[in-house]
């Protein structure tokens, strides 16, 4: 049976407070971001086959803004409208992985090199 999505984005727009020693991915800029993303797909002319998709939290908020791409569970740690249109571009359009804002299973701190 074919899904009714080819592909599913969850973009995590938690917020907590502003002290809170976690962070949050809504305190980094997701929830604009998320729209943006939603509105370029559109654009692109893409969402007849995607849904873009606020979520609440995905517990990866040390490294948020996070999203995570189903089918195949990609997660990604975005910061800008450039990294949006680039997962836009490459993952979503083309099928490629953006390596540079890959999050591994095992990472818990954001390499910013």
Known sequence: MRPYYD?????????RPEDHP?????ARGSISL????KAKAKKMNVVEKIRINRSGC???????????IYPEGVW?????????????ERHILK???????LLKPEQEILDKS
Do not use: K, W
């Open 7 to 15: 592909i599913h984005v969850f973009c995590c727009v938690n917020e």
């Open 22 to 26: 976690r962070g949050s991915c809504g």
């Open 34 to 37: 998320q729209s943006y993303m």
């Open 58 to 68: 995905l517990d990866r908020c040390e490294l948020g803004p996070a999203m995570v």
């Open 76 to 88: 990604y740690s975005y910061s800008t409208q450039t990294d949006v249109d680039e997962i836009l």
């Open 95 to 101: 099928g490629e992985r953006v390596s540079r804002l």
